[in-house]
T-cell receptor, first 119, second 114 residues
């Protein structure tokens, strides 16, 4: 299947600093990528839909100024957590679909996730 | 509203026994259904999907799922569980529109005892 790579796998940052997480589609082009947040022992919560060349679409309740998304190319989307606070500590996961191979029926592939800890 | 329910937080099964992880859905129109597995501190791995066609879908690692339209269910099954199957399993449904978002169930932790 298609490969989605996420970097870094884990990061520890000080409160008030910003952290950037990268999501890359390695062997396909992704016009749309999705960013999720997962709390311990809970399901994935969709944060936003990242659209190549245009603004991201945020889910209700997600602060767009805090979670900046940039999708500047067909293979890269970034999520920047700005002025991070301890409550932002979480597991962040991205996903993308390879429409070129499977068309509209293709499944989503996920990155390996990023464990963010804000101290 | 479109939703997915996984009624069991945890399923315990002995190695070698059959396993079932339950999933029910509520969507308008035809559902696109998926099962994913997550190991600790990892992203999700795709197991199988139902889009159309045969109600019994076979996927990775010996897993299969049966789409039941009348019961709005898509239960995940495996004839003989392995200890290495122990993980967190998510059922998901794709909703329509331009974004084709996935809505996930709350997840079921499968524990296979040796």
């Amino acid at each position: 299947g298609a490969v989605v790579s996420q970097h870094p796998s884990w990061v520890i940052c000080k409160s008030g600093t910003s952290v950037k997480i990268e999501c890359r589609s390695l062997d396909f082009q992704a016009t749309t990528m999705f960013w999720y947040r997962q709390f311990p022992k809970q399901s994935l919560m969709l944060m936003a839909t990242s659209n190549e060349g245009s603004k991201a679409t945020y889910e209700q309740g997600v602060e767009k100024d805090k979670f900046l998304i940039n999708h500047a190319s067909l293979t890269l989307s970034t999520l920047t957590v700005t002025s991070a606070h301890p409550e932002d500590s979480s597991f962040y996961i991205c996903s993308a679909r390879d429409f070129g191979t499977g068309g509209s029926n293709t499944e989503a592939f996920f990155g390996q996730g990023t464990r963010l800890t804000v101290v | 509203a479109q939703s997915v329910a996984q009624p069991e937080d945890q399923v315990n099964v002995a190695e070698g026994n059959p396993l079932t992880v339950k999933c029910t859905y509520s969507v308008s129109g035809n559902p696109y259904l998926f099962w994913y597995v997550q190991y600790p501190n990892r992203g999700l791995q795709f197991l199988l999907k139902y889009i159309t066609g045969d109600n019994l879908v076979k996927g990775s690692y010996g897993f299969e799922a049966e789409f039941n339209k009348s019961q709005t269910s898509f239960h995940l099954k495996k004839p003989s569980a392995l200890v290495s199957d122990s993980a967190l399993y998510f059922c998901a449904v794709r909703v329509g529109g331009a974004t084709n978002k996935l809505i996930f169930g709350t997840g079921t932790l499968l524990a296979v005892q040796p």
